[in-house]
């Protein structure tokens, strides 16, 4: 849906939310305008939410705001990043990568690059412990797919012996690049193809200038962990909520703007992930021995 000549979504259930459809390239730049006009539109949603770009990070608007906690690596250079920021651990493993013959390159978006994405989707269906949501992906569908923000970004690819084995999807916007869709094949992880492509990413940055990469949310555990082993550090930007309807308005004031799922305590949410991930394993080798 285009909305002021910008592609919106709604999502969430009982309260349903607007926001732009892909808020990592778009920005909101006049907030009054484009809530005048998701009324004038009569948009059916509760509430609209949009959030400040890096490198602002002081609120600059009297919304009812809450903090969205990003995983960065700023950018000062690749020297910087590999010799201060990164855990030696991830210094052993780039070079390791480069010792086995890994080659990391900008890649031209082509048929030949998107079978070799399609063969890493469809190389297993579970990861970190979930069923792996392109796994069976056909040919035409991951082109589709990949092909719609092609003008705004870069893929790079780490190859072995002239075989894709890991890709970054590498988006650009203004201040900060986006690493989409990184993903490795799990029978070349003794490569480390991941960390070679993410410090291929930084040299890129330091090319272009670009003062952050931006790896999504601020976790904790095993994939929290692996973002701050690569530099990244917590740096919190404003997310702004504005009520479009009298549901929406009680949904910010009970805290359920985010779900209800918000309210369960960390430890419970916690408990319910591993459950998950034991349940998704457990399923997957009973089908894998049958």
């Known amino acids: 849906m285009l909305l002021d000549n910008k592609d919106i979504i709604k999502i969430g259930g009982f309260i349903k939310t607007v926001r732009l459809r892909d808020e990592w390239y778009g920005e909101v730049a006049n907030p009054e305008s484009f809530i005048w006009a998701l009324r004038q539109n009569k948009i059916k949603a509760d509430i609209f939410t949009f959030w400040q770009k890096l ?8 919304y009812y705001m809450e903090y969205d906690d990003l995983a960065a690596i700023p950018i000062e250079s690749y020297n910087h990043w590999f010799e201060k920021q990164i855990s030696y651990g991830e210094r052993k493993a780039i070079r390791k990568s480069e010792r086995k013959g890994v080659l990391v390159k900008v890649t031209e978006f082509n048929d030949v690059l998107i079978n070799g994405i399609k063969d890493i989707f469809n190389e297993v269906p579970i990861r970190q412990g979930r069923p792996y949501s392109h796994y069976g992906e056909d040919f035409e569908y991951i082109k589709r797919e990949l092909s719609k923000d092609v003008d705004k970004c ?3 690819g780490a190859y072995y012996e002239n075989e894709l084995i890991g890709f970054i999807q590498l988006g650009y916007a203004g ?4 690493p989409f869709g990184m993903v490795a094949k799990i029978a070349h992880r003794d490569k480390e193809p991941q960390t070679a492509l993410i ?3 930084v040299k890129i940055c330091e ?3 670009i003062a952050y990469i931006l790896y999504g949310a601020w976790l904790r ?3 929290g962990d692996y973002k701050q082993r690569i530099g990244c550090i917590k740096i919190s930007v ?5 009520p479009l309807s009298i549901k929406g308005k009680i949904a910010l004031k009970l805290k359920l703007h985010k779900g209800f799922a918000r309210l ?6 916690d408990y319910i992930k591993n459950l998950r991930t034991k349940l998704y394993t457990k399923t997957h080798l009973e089908k894998h021995d049958g």
């Not at 404003?238 to 504005?242: S, T």
């Open 264 to 269: 369960l305590p960390e430890k419970t949410i």
């Open 238 to 242: 404003p997310r702004y909520y504005i």
């Open 154 to 156: 870069e893929f790079i």
């Open 55 to 62: 490198p602002e990070t002081e609120p600059k608007y009297n």
């Open 207 to 209: 090319d272009k200038k």
């Open 199 to 201: 410090a291929k990413s």
């Open 175 to 178: 201040t900060s690049a986006i």
């Open 221 to 223: 555990g095993g994939i």
